[in-house]
């Protein structure tokens, strides 16, 4: 079993900045990917970013040139850096890690508003 503990959330303005970290703890093979989703209120959960293992990165059109995300394998942590937050960017944030299997976070809330 793997479990997710997701750190880093809060309020912020538009404009500002958060980073939101994940590390995964329990009985380990290999981390394959690590990324992030988020789910709005009313809304579907979406995909945000993912890297891989090797370090190539995939992030959602709607967070690039904003959000970038990085990855410390040794200490299976990910995280993500979000600058020049929007209102649109208010969601829960859930960690996902790709093993054999898929696990996912308990959700960090991310809220922007002024």
């Known amino acids: 079993q793997v479990q997710l503990v997701e750190s880093g959330g809060g309020l912020v303005q538009p404009g500002e900045s958060l980073r939101l970290s994940c590390t995964a703890s329990g009985i380990i093979s290999h981390i394959y990917v690590m990324g992030w989703y988020r789910q709005a209120p009313g809304k579907q959960r979406e995909f945000v970013a993912r890297i891989t293992d090797g370090g190539n990165t995939n992030l959602a059109d709607s967070v690039k040139g904003r959000f970038t995300i990085s990855r410390d394998n040794a200490k299976n942590t990910v995280y993500l850096q979000m600058n020049s937050l929007k209102p649109e960017d208010t969601a829960v944030y859930y960690c996902?890690?790709?093993?054999?299997?898929?696990?996912w976070g308990q959700g960090t809330q991310v809220t922007v508003s002024s």
């Open positions: 996902h890690a790709t093993t054999i299997r898929e696990y």
